[in-house]
Structures are given as structure tokens and as C-alpha cells.
């Protein structure tokens, strides 16, 4: 298979997923391995005092700010199916986008990008309805906000018509379906565990622009930005080899904001 010209690969991570005295994710060692910080606004996780700390963090360290923002689903922790009607959904994006821009600003730095989370994510990779809500959310809250999420869905389609960038990502630890959609988190294997296997699979859909489906078909994923879940246990040390691979195979590591 030919090799894509390779430029720099961004590396994202979801952020700050705590509420409270609850936290969910090392943040501060996750910023010394990742370009790109999707940090929780409050909606399914994340709170102001948390929001404040990880853009302080992640100012430090020059790891650009993105906003995630999710349907308001605190106990679902975002991942649970949900209607809520377009002009309510877009006011809830510009809200906790401009939520996170108070505390970017105060770091010294600023909200860079938009990625939608979760239930949010999958569902606007096939409903145009919804993704045109978040997408006018993101022009409520002012500026042309880059637009993170899969190639080829609904949501980079708005963006476009938009005149927002829309930037493509994959993820190395994810099962891929043929039609280049993630798997469903409830199906068997829809989580690549092994860390071997995950590096491999950065590295190889990064100079291929592939990714082999759960299926075994070969499914085009030419991405500018790679996701590494802050999650899952050992995610610090399984992040710090995805990069140490990508640089080993020569490919630079930079943010796309």
C-alpha cells in the first residue's frame, strides 16, 4: 500500500472529565504528551474550578484549547442518546464554548477549536439536523472555530457550508466499521486495548491514510489529528507511545491550531 505525503500529526486528548472532588483523567501528565486539549465544558463532565485549572496547564505547556462540548447529560457522562431541538442545542454549544473562553483567556491563552463529545459525536456524523445546531453554536459563540471530528460526516459538511475549517481525525484505539464510522462502544471490540496493536494502528493509518475495518476492509481515514483517550487505565504511558512511535517512524508531531 503507497504511503500519504506525511505532514504534521495533531495529537488530541479529552480533558479535565471530572466534577468536583471526582476526577477521571491525569491531566497534567497528559499535557506533556499531547498537542490539543479537548477539555470537558461542564455539560458532561468538567467543572469551572477544573476547566480554570487545565487551561492554566495546558497554557504552560503551549498545548492548544479546545472546546468539547456535549449534550447536557452530567450523569450519563454524555454518552446517552438524547433529542434536544436544534435552536436549544445550538445555544448550548456557543454557552460552553464561551464558558471555556473566560478561562483560556485569564491562562493567556484561547479557545482554538470545537469537538463535539460522545452521544454528541456519533450523532452528528449521520444527522444533518444536528450537526447544523452545533455548528450554529459555534458561529453564535463569534470567530471560525475549527471543527474537529470523522471525515466525511454531517458535521464537516455544515462546517463547510459554514466557511468553518473542518479538520479530520482518527483513532488508533478504536474499532472502525466499513462505511468509516467508529463501532459502537457497547460491541466487542469496539476498544483496542493492546498497546502494541494501538501504536501500530497510528502509525499506519497516519502513513497510509487506512485503517482496517472490524470487517477487514481497508477504510480511508487521512486525518490531521489523532485521538488518544485520557480514560482508560494506563492512558498516560499508552499516549506517550503513540508519539514515541510516530517520531520513530519520522513523522512530526504538531497541532493543527
Known sequence: MSEVPIGPIDLNADLGEGFGRWTLTDDERLLSVVTS???????????????????ELAAERGVRIGAQVSYRDLAGFGRRAMDVPPAELAAEVAYQIGALEVFARAAGSRVSYVKPH???????????????????????AGGGLPVLGLPGSRLHEAAARAGLPAVAEAFGDRAYQADGSLL?????????????????RSV?????????ARCGTAVAVRARSLCL?????????????????????????????
Open 184 to 200: 459502537p462502544r457497547g460491541r466487542e471490540g469496539a476498544v483496542v486495548h493492546d498497546p502494541d496493536a494501538v501504536v501500530e
Open 118 to 140: 460522545g452521544a454528541l459525536y456519533n450523532r452528528v456524523v449521520y444527522d444533518a439536523e444536528q450537526a447544523a445546531a452545533v455548528v450554529d453554536g459555534v458561529l453564535l
Open 229 to 257: 483517550h485520557g480514560d482508560t487505565p494506563g492512558a498516560v504511558e499508552l499516549a506517550g507511545r503513540v508519539r514515541a512511535g510516530l517520531e520513530s517512524a519520522g513523522i512530526t508531531v504538531g497541532a493543527f491550531a
Open 204 to 212: 499506519g493509518l497516519v502513513r497510509s491514510g487506512t485503517v482496517t
Open 37 to 55: 486539549a479537548n477539555v470537558a465544558c461542564g455539560f458532561h463532565a468538567g467543572d469551572a474550578v477544573t476547566m480554570r485549572r487545565v487551561c
